[in-house]
């Protein structure tokens, strides 16, 4: 599976991996360490909550390397004429505007509008040109956008 990632993405999810593999493996081996040195380990629950912290540890770790290694760049388009991934948009809603990029889902932040490529908003934007009305169905019914802007 490809994911997405723009350059930025890319290097905070490396930056974290590389975290985790000397930082947090380290701290995990210490508290081994010293949940191995109060004796029992059938009836020791720090070296119970230690191992479970590995265990996602280890799993994060394996999340990020395989998002790394299956990433797709994000260029800035270069294509002004049609929404793509890696476009940053101007919309209207009603009389309010709104400026949005279009990124990969793991890169979604909508609090910063970043918005997924993958989902409803970003599917709906994508392919769309200037001056195009996107319809959006939500809970609450349907909601128009018009597209004023691709950067």
């Known amino acids: 599976m490809?994911?997405?990632?723009?350059?930025?993405?890319?290097?905070?999810?490396?930056?974290?991996?590389e975290s985790f593999k000397k930082e947090g493996r380290q701290e995990i081996a210490e508290r081994l360490k010293r949940a191995k040195e109060y004796g029992d380990l059938s009836e020791n629950s720090e070296y119970a909550d230690a191992k479970e912290s590995q265990t996602k540890l280890e799993s994060r770790i394996f999340e990020l390397e395989k998002i790394i290694r299956n990433?797709?760049?994000?260029?800035?388009?270069?294509?002004?004429?049609?929404?793509?991934?890696?476009?940053t948009i101007e919309v209207q809603k009603g009389s309010k505007m709104f400026k949005y990029t279009i990124v990969g889902s793991k890169e979604a932040r909508p609090e910063a509008n970043l918005i997924s490529n993958e989902s409803p908003l970003g599917k709906a934007f994508l392919g769309g040109k200037i001056g195009d009305k996107v319809e959006i169905n939500t809970p609450n019914g349907e909601v128009d956008y018009k597209i004023i802007k691709i950067e």
């Open 2 to 17: 490809q994911h997405h990632l723009t350059k930025e993405g890319l290097e905070e999810l490396k930056k974290e991996l």
């Open 71 to 87: 990433a797709v760049l994000i260029k800035k388009s270069v294509y002004k004429d049609k929404v793509n991934i890696g476009s």
